[in-house]
T-cell receptor, first 111, second 117 residues
Framework: RKEVEQDPGPFNVPEGATVAFNCTYSNSASQSFFWYRQDCRKEPKLLMS???SGNEDGRFTAQLNRASQYISLLIRDSKLSDSATYLC????????????FGRGTSLIVHP | GAVVSQHPSRVICKSGTSVKIECRSLDFQATTMFWYRQFPKQSLMLMATSNEGSKATYEQGVEKDKFLINHASLTLSTLTVTSAHPEDSSFYICSALKTGRPYNEQFFGPGTRLTVL
C-alpha cells in the first residue's frame, strides 16, 4: 500500500458543482496534513492545512479523520479557475518533517 | 507567503554535462530544504532532504553521486545533476521548510525544467 493515496481522476464537473476529494494515508503516526494545488507546469502552492476539527476557507473545506486515516477536500460552487491538480501532503511524525505527496487528483471544471 | 526562488528556470544541455540548480529562500532561513523531481503527469517524487551544514538524506533509489546536494547556508541549497543523460530530463522543484506555529510550512520554488539532449 502506498503511503499516501489519491484517486487521480480526472473529476470533470460543471461550473457551480460541489466536488469532494479524499486522500488516505498509511502511517497512523503522521503528524501534519495539507492540501496543495498545482497548475500545469507550475510549482505546487499551499491551498490549506487540515485539522481534526476541520477548517474552511471560503468555498473550500478540509477535514481530517484520524480514525480512518483519510483527509478530504470539499469544493463548493466550482469555478473554471479551480481546474488544477490537488495534491495531498502528509508529514511524518518525529520532528523530521519529511513530506510525502499523493499523486494528485485532477479537477476539470467546464462551463 | 514566503518566497523561494530557483535558478535557472529552464536549462537545455548535452548528454554528459553537469547542471547546477540553485534554490534560495529569500525572506526566511531554512534549515531544511527538499528536492523533488516530477515527470509529466506524475506526482512529485522526493529525491532528497537537504539539511544546512550536514549531508543530505537521499530517498531510496536516488543516486547520491549523481545528484549532488549542497546546503551551505540557511538560504541556499544547490542540486547538481552530474553527467546528465536524456532520462534525467524532468521538472526539478525545491522547497524550503519554514518552521513556526501553528504548523511548519513548505514553500516551493518555481521549478527548473531540465532537458538533456
Amino acid at each position: 500500500r502506498k503511503e499516501v493515496e489519491q484517486d487521480p481522476g480526472p473529476f470533470n464537473v460543471p461550473e457551480g458543482a460541489t466536488v469532494a476529494f479524499n486522500c488516505t494515508y498509511s502511517n497512523s503516526a503522521s503528524q501534519s496534513f495539507f492540501w496543495y494545488r498545482q497548475d500545469c507546469r507550475k510549482e505546487p502552492k499551499l491551498l490549506m492545512s487540515v485539522y481534526s476539527s476541520g477548517n474552511e476557507d471560503g468555498r473550500f473545506t478540509a477535514q481530517l479523520n484520524r480514525a480512518s486515516q483519510y483527509i478530504s477536500l470539499l469544493i463548493r460552487d466550482s469555478k473554471l479557475s479551480d481546474s488544477a491538480t490537488y495534491l495531498c501532503v502528509v508529514f511524518k511524525s518525529g520532528g523530521s518533517y519529511i513530506p510525502t505527496f499523493g499523486r494528485g487528483t485532477s479537477l476539470i471544471v467546464h462551463p | 507567503g514566503a518566497v523561494v526562488s530557483q535558478h535557472p528556470s529552464r536549462v537545455i544541455c548535452k548528454s554528459g554535462t553537469s547542471v547546477k540548480i540553485e534554490c534560495r529562500s529569500l525572506d526566511f532561513q531554512a534549515t531544511t530544504m527538499f528536492w523533488y523531481r516530477q515527470f509529466p503527469k506524475q506526482s512529485l517524487m522526493l529525491m532528497a532532504t537537504s539539511n544546512e551544514g550536514s549531508k543530505a538524506t537521499y530517498e531510496q533509489g536516488v543516486e547520491k553521486d549523481k545528484f549532488l546536494i549542497n546546503h551551505a547556508s540557511l538560504t541556499l541549497s544547490t542540486l547538481t545533476v552530474t553527467s546528465a543523460h536524456p532520462e534525467d530530463s524532468s521538472f526539478y522543484i525545491c522547497s524550503a521548510l519554514k518552521t513556526g506555529r501553528p504548523y511548519n510550512e513548505q514553500f516551493f520554488g518555481p521549478g527548473t525544467r531540465l532537458t538533456v539532449l
